[in-house]
């Protein structure tokens, strides 16, 4: 059985339309809830990832050091994938969720008191960036199959839209409070912000209620995640998807290990820089994923759409390496950052289109484990680069790989740039599991 997901797109819908379609998800009563929650929290979240990494720059002076903390807190996600995959499958995930949360809730606080007594030390910084990213590595899956479990197959890609636009929200202003924070009141008050942000997190979450197609146990998790695998190798777009992800989060996100000492030695700044250099990233990719993804979703060639943000990424990267005025930096920093909700949204949204209903976890868990599980070699890479060359240099080495790689992408897998799928938001409806389904669009 095939679900027909069209091979184009009607013409004539404007930016409004677009833009109010993407906002329909909102009408789904526990999805508002949720993400209303995920705001609060995710603000805090980004406030404590721009401290943290000023307080190991403060306590090291070595963007070394800031490249094993972004290592150790990505690590698990590669190390644990297949089990926290499965796991989202087979548990509720509700609940999976709320331990998640409190968890990361009482590390932002253990932190916090570290740096309120003056003891905090480089390792203990370490440690608990481990202890979060293995919470993080059990909490992302779930948190982004929740999703579809909330808003349903015919509007998930629309509901990972909105997330993403809250997700960008908070990475715009969680940065340059983090920095007006730590400038007046210390650092350990965001340490104490973000983990009291947690509880409206965890109270929408018990508030919502969810329908989720658990997978029944049928084997080992190694098997079970062995079987999403064989699913992918039968889907060459998302392959593709995989691989322009790896581009962005390898030479992309690792970059943004190394702000701090971009701020303090380039720029000759501080917190406040690094908040306004951090801020202008977040406020791109917001800028990206209220008004450039909704119309994105429009255009049927959707390989030629993440390799030309793959492209345009890298590009900014290079630029911002040759600066050495804040204004210019800021400006880069933004265009830089308008592709990358781009990219992770149409990964995360059309993975999960492409899968199987109780398979929707594993394979999330593959996009961020081949993605992101690739942060701790890039994270030590850009570190070590940024001691020997200086941090200017290893962000543009690293927009020049990124450039390279979508450029070999675009022209060395002509199926990529073939691909059109196009999914109104009334065509959705279930899709049935199993092994010989596959979606109109999927193929080579």
């Known amino acids: 059985m095939r679900l027909n997901v069209g091979r184009s797109v009607q013409g004539g819908v404007g930016v409004f339309a677009a833009l109010r379609s993407a ?74 969720l709320v331990a998640s949360q409190a968890t990361a809730m009482l590390l932002a606080f253990t932190l916090a008191l570290l740096v309120q007594t003056g003891i905090i030390r480089v390792w203990h910084v370490y440690i608990l960036a481990a202890i979060l990213g293995v919470v993080a590595a059990v909490d992302a899956p779930a ?26 929200v908070s990475r715009m202003i969680g940065p340059v409070l983090a ?27 018990l508030i919502v209620r969810a329908h989720q197609v658990r997978k029944a146990s049928s084997g080992t ?19 593709d998807l995989l691989a322009v992800t790896v581009l962005v989060t390898f030479f992309g996100i690792s970059a943004m290990t190394v702000m701090p000492a971009v701020a303090a030695v380039a720029l000759r700044g501080g917190a406040d820089v690094l908040g306004l250099l951090m801020g202008a990233s977040g406020a791109g990719a917001l800028v990206g994923a209220v008004l450039l993804v909704p119309l994105a979703q429009r255009i049927p060639r959707v390989g030629l759409v993440v390799g030309g943000a793959a492209l345009w990424t890298g590009l900014w990267f290079m630029l911002f390496s040759f600066s050495r005025t804040v204004p210019l930096s800021v400006a880069a920093m933004f265009f830089g950052g308008l592709a990358f909700p781009l990219i992770f949204t149409t990964a995360s949204g059309m993975t999960q289109f492409l899968a199987p209903p109780d398979m929707r976890a594993r394979l999330i868990t593959t996009v961020l484990m081949v993605g992101f599980g690739a942060q701790p070699l890039a994270a030590l890479a850009v570190g070590y ?54 979606p109109e669009g999927a193929e080579a």
């Open 221 to 239: 998790a190694a098997g079970e995640f062995v079987e999403g695998i064989r699913f992918i190798r039968g889907q060459p777009r998302i392959q």
């Open 23 to 96: 906002f329909a998800p909102l009408q789904i009563r526990d999805l508002r809830i949720y993400l209303s929650g995920q705001v609060v929290s995710l603000v805090g979240t980004w406030m404590q990832m721009t401290a943290q990494s000023w307080v190991v720059w403060e306590l090291s002076h070595s963007a070394a050091a800031l490249g094993i903390t972004g290592m150790l807190s990505f690590l698990p996600i590669l190390l644990l994938g297949p089990l926290a995959g499965v796991i989202a499958d087979r548990l509720d995930r509700r609940r999976i």
């Open 385 to 438: 680069s940024a001691q020997l060359f200086g941090p200017p240099t290893a962000v543009g080495i690293n927009g020049l790989l990124m450039t390279l790689g979508a450029a070999a992408l675009l022209v060395f897998r002509p199926g990529l740039r073939r691909w059109e799928v196009a999914l109104p938001p009334e065509a959705g409806r279930s899709a049935p599991a199993g092994p010989g389904w596959q």
């Open 143 to 168: 948190q982004m199959a929740f999703i579809g479990d909330l808003s349903g197959v015919a509007r998930v890609r629309q509901a990972v839209v909105l997330n993403s636009m809250i997700f960008q």
């Open 179 to 205: 920095g007006l924070v730590v400038a007046r009141l210390g650092t350990a008050m965001a340490f104490w912000l973000n983990g009291t942000s947690f509880l409206a997190a965890i109270a929408s979450l």
